[in-house]
């Protein structure tokens, strides 16, 4: 039986984050080069896309490229680059064909204006999709956002356009590139490492955590399915009482 015939679809996760770790160690694994590991995770993002778009997820936001990646050797930066553009680009007709809205949240500045203006592209040719938002974090670190939201909230006060103790957290929340999305309900990060490495933190503030063993080029719908059956067993509290989450969903 595959786990999503598992999953209640009443209780999907609106939204899901991953971090897609261990393209390197897999191509290693198999004696090829890390650019290997790279096209393959492109396949398992197709794969995994279609698995999110099947479940009824509406939100898949991808840690794509951080800005931490920028230190890499500059040769696999732009292997990195190019593959990144270029898929968007072969896979841009099935997305508009299935309803798959791209989207793109990080620190745009830093990309060569070519691959800016083909990422735009494809954010405007799909649109009007509907079914599904696939969103890129690139060029993209929790801290460079937060801080970015920082200063803008500084300035805001210092012009005079607002005063200090009105930052709440639904004022920093609009300043975050993420405005326009729901908060990920949960979070996937393959590859076997148990950590966040700097991806949306404050968005993930109450998200369910989900490590798996299995690197991200083997990596599917069905993988999926299973984190999503796993999100569905936990008892989400917001801090409240197991009593008071009971009663409200009486």
Same mark, same amino acid.
Not at 1 to 12: A, E, F, G, N, W
Not at 203 to 217: G, H, N, R, S, V
């Given at each position: 039986?595959?786990?999503?015939?598992?999953?209640?679809?009443?209780?999907?996760?609106?939204?899901?984050?991953?971090?897609?770790?261990?393209?390197?160690?897999?191509?290693?694994?198999?004696?090829?080069?890390?650019?290997?590991?790279?096209?393959?995770?492109?396949?398992?993002?197709?794969?995994?896309?279609?698995?999110? #778009?099947?479940?009824?997820?509406?939100?898949?936001?991808?840690?794509?490229?951080?800005?931490?990646?920028?230190?890499?050797?500059?040769?696999?930066?732009? $292997?990195?680059?190019?593959?990144?553009?270029?898929?968007?680009?072969?896979? $841009?007709?099935?997305?508009?064909?299935?309803?798959?809205?791209?989207?793109?949240?990080?620190?745009?500045?830093?990309?060569?204006?070519?691959?800016?203006?083909?990422?735009?592209?494809?954010?405007?040719?799909?649109?009007?999709?509907?079914?599904? $938002?696939?969103?890129?974090?690139?060029?993209?670190?929790?801290?460079?956002?937060?801080?970015?939201?920082?200063?803008?909230?500084?300035?805001?006060? #210092?012009?005079?356009?607002?005063?200090?103790?009105?930052?709440?957290?639904?004022?920093?929340?609009?300043?975050? $590139?993420?405005?326009?999305?729901?908060?990920?309900?949960?979070?996937?990060?393959?590859?076997?490492?148990?950590?966040?490495?700097?991806?949306?933190?404050?968005?993930?503030?109450?998200?369910?955590?989900?490590?798996?063993?299995?690197?991200?080029?083997?990596?599917?719908?069905?993988?999926?399915?299973?984190?999503?059956?796993?999100?569905?067993?936990?008892?989400?509290?917001?801090?409240?009482?197991?009593?008071?989450?009971?009663?409200?969903?009486?």
């Amino acid at each position: 039986m595959s786990y999503l015939d598992q999953i209640d679809p009443r209780r999907v996760p609106r939204h899901v984050a991953i971090i897609m770790d261990g393209n390197g160690r897999w191509a290693k694994s198999q004696g090829q080069p890390r650019s290997a590991g790279h096209q393959a995770g492109v396949k398992s993002l197709h794969e995994t896309l279609r698995g999110a #778009k099947e479940a009824g997820v509406k939100y898949l936001t991808v840690y794509t490229f951080s800005t931490e990646n920028w230190n890499r050797p500059r040769q696999e930066v732009e $292997t990195l680059m190019n593959l990144m553009v270029w898929a968007i680009e072969q896979e $841009t007709p099935g997305m508009i064909e299935n309803g798959v809205s791209l989207q793109v949240i990080g620190d745009m500045s830093r990309l060569p204006e070519n691959t800016r203006q083909r990422l735009q592209k494809c954010i405007s040719d799909t649109a009007a999709g509907k079914v599904i $938002t696939l969103i890129l974090a690139i060029s993209y670190s929790a801290r460079w956002e937060i801080t970015r939201a920082a200063r803008q909230l500084a300035e805001k006060v #210092k012009s005079g356009k607002m005063k200090a103790d009105e930052i709440t957290e639904d004022a920093v929340s609009a300043q975050l $590139t993420t405005i326009n999305y729901p908060d990920p309900d949960l979070l996937i990060r393959t590859g076997g490492e148990v950590r966040i490495s700097n991806y949306l933190l404050w968005q993930i503030a109450y998200a369910e955590l989900y490590f798996c063993d299995t690197y991200w080029p083997e990596f599917g719908p069905e993988d999926l399915y299973k984190a999503i059956v796993e999100y569905q067993s936990r008892e989400r509290r917001f801090g409240k009482t197991s009593e008071q989450v009971s009663d409200e969903t009486k």
